[in-house]
């Protein structure tokens, strides 16, 4: 089973508007990170926050880790035609070498 | 430029063939990975490497093997034996120790006729 799960599955909003996606994790993690795929493609790093933050930003996005909750969320703010693509969020496990897990992904859709 | 180059983008195979897929980075990292994507999901680990000359078995290594002779390069081989290789695979390197923070290649995908 995936460490990471991610919540929706799909995603479709108008250009502008913000879009949240959540991630859950079933182990103590090191750090967890999102990235983003365009279809096709490889994946981007957008943003890593370590076990002892709760929130982090850069740029239009937003990051939060709850530990007790073992959940994080990524908020795009403002979104654009340009921010559609799949968003993944891995973990990293001290035990199992910092190796990544990743979820199953988030797949958005800005309409213009 | 420095990066991670996958080739090639699009591979076609008949079953029963063994296919390889290259992997190349200039990044001077010393451990590189090999994940497999199926339509809708997320990575999965094959294989991965932290040091030239040694590698490790992932999650689902089965039908898959590697080899890693030269610190830039770590090309995958999918075997007969692998009973649905069509997929996505990507490859990612890493600084040693650094697994938490990986680059990652444009994918091959494979598909088998």
């Known amino acids: 089973s995936q460490q990471g799960e991610e919540d929706p599955q799909a995603l479709s909003i108008q250009e502008g508007e913000n879009a949240t996606m959540n991630c859950s994790y079933k182990t103590s993690i090191n750090n967890l990170q999102w990235y983003r795929q365009n279809s096709g493609r490889g994946l981007v790093h957008l943003i890593l926050?370590?076990?002892?933050?709760r929130e982090k930003h850069s740029g239009r996005l937003r990051v939060t880790l709850d530990t007790s909750k073992k959940s994080s969320s990524l908020l795009i703010t403002a979104s654009r035609a340009a921010d559609t693509a799949s968003y993944f969020c891995a973990t990293a496990v001290k035990a199992a070498g910092n190796k990544l897990t990743f979820g199953g992904g988030t797949r958005v859709l800005v309409k213009p | 430029d420095g990066g991670i180059t996958q080739s090639p983008k699009y591979l076609f195979r008949k079953e029963g063939q063994n296919v390889t897929l290259s992997c190349e980075q200039n990044l001077n990292h010393d451990a590189m990975y090999w994940y497999r994507q199926d339509p809708g999901q997320g990575l999965r680990l094959i294989y991965y490497?932290?040091?030239?000359?040694?590698?490790q078995k992932g999650d689902i290594a089965e039908g898959y093997s590697v080899s890693r002779e030269k610190k830039e390069s770590f090309p995958l081989t999918v075997t007969s034996a692998q009973k649905n290789p069509t997929a996505f695979y990507l490859c990612?390197?890493?600084?040693?120790?650094?697994?938490?923070?990986?680059?990652f290649g444009p994918g091959t995908r494979l598909t088998v006729l």
């Open positions: 490497s932290q040091i030239v000359n040694d590698f």
């Open positions: 926050i370590r076990s002892n933050e």
């Open positions: 990612a390197s890493s600084a040693l120790g650094r697994a938490d923070t990986q680059y």
